[in-house]
């Protein structure tokens, strides 16, 4: 605001004054642990095994000794189910469930916030690779359409891959929404066993939570003027 003091004889006194109109609100639009179901879906594989599953996880143990499928989820107990790419039976080998020529999908609800001012996703990741080839990969997606087109959050590729342990991750969600609305987003997972060398290949997912800050503004009324 402009304020101007007249004083007769006087010239004239200009200020501004700053008033707060508006406050940062955050919504949770998802949180997500995987001990119920929550409306994850399964799209159909190009891969010819290794499908997600929310379930109890069974252990594997991959070349080197690097655990290839987690034993148990991020949660603390009594939490014990996550999202993982095919349960094999315990006490099996390593490549007798993973996934194995192509793809495997792991998607989420729709969620949203038309008002959103940020919008942030914090999740657990797993991926295990025994190739080196790069043409295997663990890939989380955004879709700001309810699912037509996918934007990538991260990509990590076979020579990239983290590997006997879960990795906790944040992403900034509002740089790949840009001017696009927010009402209508999915996120999904991607776990591609590529065709140049054969392996183990195995992807996991736990703990997604996804937060967006909005501005709300708060009611003013100027004061009354006095006589």
Not at 10 to 29: A, C, E, F, Y
Request: charged share 20%; proline share 6%; aromatic share 8%.
């Amino acid at each position: 605001f402009d304020v101007e003091l007249r004083v007769a004889g006087q010239p004239p006194v200009r200020n501004v004054i700053s008033l707060p109109i508006g406050h940062d609100v955050v919504s949770t639009l998802l949180d997500d642990d995987f001990e119920s179901d929550r409306g994850w879906t399964y799209p159909t594989p190009s891969a010819t095994d290794g499908s997600w599953q929310r379930v109890d996880p069974v252990g594997t143990v991959g070349a080197f000794g690097f655990v290839a499928q987690p034993e148990n989820d991020v949660g603390p107990d009594p939490e014990v189910t996550c999202q993982v790419t095919k349960n094999g039976l315990p006490g099996g080998a390593a490549g007798a469930a993973d996934v194995d020529g192509g793809s495997v999908f792991l998607r989420s609800p729709r969620v949203g916030d038309a008002n959103s001012r940020s919008m942030s996703m914090f999740w657990h990741g797993w991926f295990y690779s025994s190739n080196t080839a790069a043409d295997d990969s663990y890939e989380m997606a955004l879709s700001v359409d309810g699912g037509s087109q996918w934007r990538s959050v991260l990509r990590v590729a076979d020579d990239q891959a983290r590997v006997g342990g879960w990795t906790e991750i944040m992403s900034n969600l509002s740089n790949l929404i840009g001017t696009d609305s927010a009402a209508n987003l999915a996120v999904r997972v991607e776990v591609r066993d590529g065709p140049l060398d054969a392996g183990v290949v195995e992807g996991a997912l736990d703990d997604v939570l996804i937060r967006s800050v909005r501005e709300e503004c708060r009611s003013f009324s100027p004061a009354t003027r006095q006589p």
